[in-house]
């Protein structure tokens, strides 16, 4: 049998809202499965209203549970504005939510200080990929030393590694296959990393297989 296989964002040009509609035609043609740079990720579909037009308009995001909440980050890549949806939500918090086995109504809640925190660092251990957005945020540069920049960004074209942080501060980058059965998560550090840091590393890359229900190899390079 063939299977198609979603062409990633770059294949549209720089047309996101083509791209996104390509997303959301593929999550409901296959109860929630899509392939492409969102395989195997966790993704709902949020339908916003437009914060100026009152257009409703359907989002592909990915999430996490805390308790029965759906928890979303409000990313753009590495941009440092917030993407169309999270302005329509803040101007109108009703918000259409799709789910692979279920469609329902919600609200949505902003949360701030604490709060906010402990959401965004239980999503970023579980998908990581959110540390590298936040080094890409003018106002979070702090944590990218400009000799780290260099291996974050090696062609400084704003296409980034996915980074590995430790206390708040760009430690290395890592990279992640799934072969057989399993995911392969290979760190590399800038310099390199203590025991104690392999360590933490380790409890993040179980983390990561768990969420994604397979078993773990982490290798060092």
């Known amino acids: 049998m063939f299977t198609a296989l979603m062409p990633n964002l770059e294949d549209f040009a720089g047309d996101f809202r083509a791209y996104n509609q390509a997303v959301v035609d593929e999550f409901r043609d296959n109860r929630g499965q899509v392939t492409g740079m969102f395989a195997g990720a966790p993704l709902v579909l949020l339908t916003t209203t437009g914060a100026k037009s009152g257009t409703r308009r359907t989002t592909p995001v990915v999430y996490t549970r805390d308790g029965d909440r759906l928890v979303v980050i409000a990313s753009k890549g590495c941009a440092p504005t917030h993407p169309d949806w999270y302005h329509n939500l803040v101007a109108h918090p009703e918000v259409t939510v799709e789910l692979p086995d279920e469609t329902y109504e919600a609200r949505a809640v902003v949360p701030s200080g604490e709060e906010?925190?402990?959401?965004?660092?239980?999503?970023?251990?579980?998908?990581?990929?959110?540390?590298?957005?936040l080094v890409g945020y003018r106002d979070r540069s702090a944590a990218a030393s400009k000799e780290s920049m260099g291996h974050v960004n090696p062609g400084a074209n704003g296409i980034f590694h996915a980074v590995v942080v430790i206390d708040g501060a760009v430690r290395g980058t890592w990279r992640r296959t799934f072969e057989k059965g399993r995911v392969v998560v290979s760190a590399t550090a800038?310099?390199?990393?203590?025991?104690?840091?392999?360590?933490?590393?380790a409890r993040a890359g179980a983390r990561y297989g768990s969420f994604h229900g397979m078993p773990v190899e982490l290798t060092f390079d």
């Open 190 to 201: 800038i310099d390199a990393f203590t025991e104690r840091q392999r360590r933490g590393i």
């Open 116 to 133: 906010r925190e402990r959401l965004y660092r239980a999503q970023a251990d579980l998908m990581p990929n959110f540390d590298e957005y």
